[in-house]
């Protein structure tokens, strides 16, 4: 796996990036050799920050650890991104696996028109009627049946404090927040003033969303 490393404030040491490379090349063997990723590394006052970001073909994530070292940062951050990829391999594997029941090809059951149907019913009511005694005249009387409700899911609803960033942000940025705080949804504006929406499908991929 290509990556890039950037260093803000602090220095990058060899076995510092030794141990990058160990555990970016164990996300690259789940995501494949095709991913590229970055890693910055910066601090804040007493705090070591790491900022782990992988492209992969169909997924994009991002990890963030904070701790008194760079190693420990490094360490959490990395830990957090192998994570996310075991979870997005699980899901497109889930997904292409199919149960065997599923498999099984069944032919539809065929649909009668209702006007063939209501001539089937006058049919067996007329036969019926021949086959009764003709004692007593019996009057058939058509029973209407309501149509079955379907069950109505209802959805799930998300508060705006939940959904909005509470500062302007990149979209880089906006990704690390959902992918960190394992978020489905992101309203944000970057410094321009331009409104983004971020996403996360039933698939699991993270969409994005530019508002009008």
């Known amino acids: 796996m290509e990556v890039e490393y950037t260093a803000r404030q602090v220095k990058i040491s060899k076995a510092l ?23 910055v590394f910066s601090a804040q006052k007493r705090e070591q920050i790491a900022e ?10 991002a990890a963030t650890g904070k701790a008194d070292t ?21 899901r497109r594997i889930d997904g292409k696996r199919l149960p065997k029941e599923e498999k099984e090809i069944s032919a539809p059951p065929v ?18 009627k021949s086959a009764r005694p003709r004692k007593k005249t019996s009057a058939v009387i058509a029973v209407h049946k309501s149509p079955t409700r379907k069950t109505v899911v209802e959805p799930h609803v998300v508060t ?33 003033g331009e409104q983004y929406v971020l996403h996360r499908r039933r698939d699991g991929e993270v ?4 508002l009008p």
């Open 17 to 39: 990036r030794t141990q990058a490379e160990e555990g970016m090349e164990r996300i690259a063997r789940i995501l494949g050799k095709s991913a590229r990723g970055s890693i």
């Open 52 to 61: 782990v970001t992988i492209q992969a073909r169909l997924q994009t994530i």
């Open 70 to 90: 760079l190693e420990s940062a490094l360490r959490a951050a990395l830990e957090h991104a192998e994570n996310q990829a075991r979870r997005h391999r699980d």
């Open 111 to 128: 649909a009668r028109s209702k006007a063939r149907a209501a001539q089937s019913e006058e049919a067996e009511v007329a036969e019926a």
């Open 160 to 192: 705006s404090g939940e959904a909005f960033a509470e500062r302007s942000m990149t979209i880089e940025e906006a990704v690390k927040e959902v992918e960190s705080k394992d978020r489905d949804l992101l309203i944000f504006h970057n410094l321009s």
């Open 207 to 210: 969409e994005l969303i530019e």
